[in-house]
């Protein structure tokens, strides 16, 4: 189901344990979301398409049908995919409704990692993540394993 084509009340939503995707998560790995996808409701969305419209359906939704579990899962690295794990923690303050979640992405398609509610909450804090880059600047070897614009970044000499 499409999340925000989806009614905030639709049977099929009421207590029961959902799993929300980026969209793009089915082309990059099908296996991955078969295997979440058992005994859970999926709602997919792309917030880059969307934007900013499902922090409020996802606030009504969860106020209107009481989910059970909430899983999130998206692509790592993508500013839009960030943006639905940060949909999902706002809208649980929103509501101040206590769901159990989980937040979940694949590292270059293929690697599932889960992250917590509160790496969510800090990366949305810029000054915090340069506070602990700073503090652990091997992180950035890390970020060149995978980051195309970091590499990119350091070839024409922006970073050091």
């Not at 340069?130 to 195309?148: A, Q």
Request: one cysteine or more; proline letters at 4%; a neutral charge.
């Amino acid at each position: 189901m499409h999340l925000l084509k989806t009614w905030v009340k639709a049977p099929q939503l009421k207590n029961s344990d959902w799993l929300i995707i980026g969209e793009c998560v089915k082309y990059i790995n099908s296996d991955v979301l078969k295997e979440f996808s058992k005994d859970r409701v999926v709602l997919s969305v792309c917030p880059e398409a969307e934007g900013s419209l499902t922090y409020g359906k996802l606030a009504s939704m969860i106020r209107s049908s009481n989910p059970r579990s909430i899983i999130v899962l998206t692509i790592d690295s993508s500013p839009h995919c960030f943006a639905l794990h940060a949909a999902v923690n706002e809208a649980l303050y929103i509501v101040k409704e206590k769901v159990p979640r989980k937040h979940y992405v694949l590292v270059d398609g293929h690697e599932l990692v889960e992250i917590s509610p509160n790496a969510i909450r800090v990366a949305r804090y810029l000054y915090l993540v340069d506070k602990l880059v700073k503090k652990n600047p091997e992180v950035l070897e890390e970020l060149e394993k995978h980051s195309l614009e970091y590499k990119v970044a350091r070839e024409v000499g922006e970073e050091k």
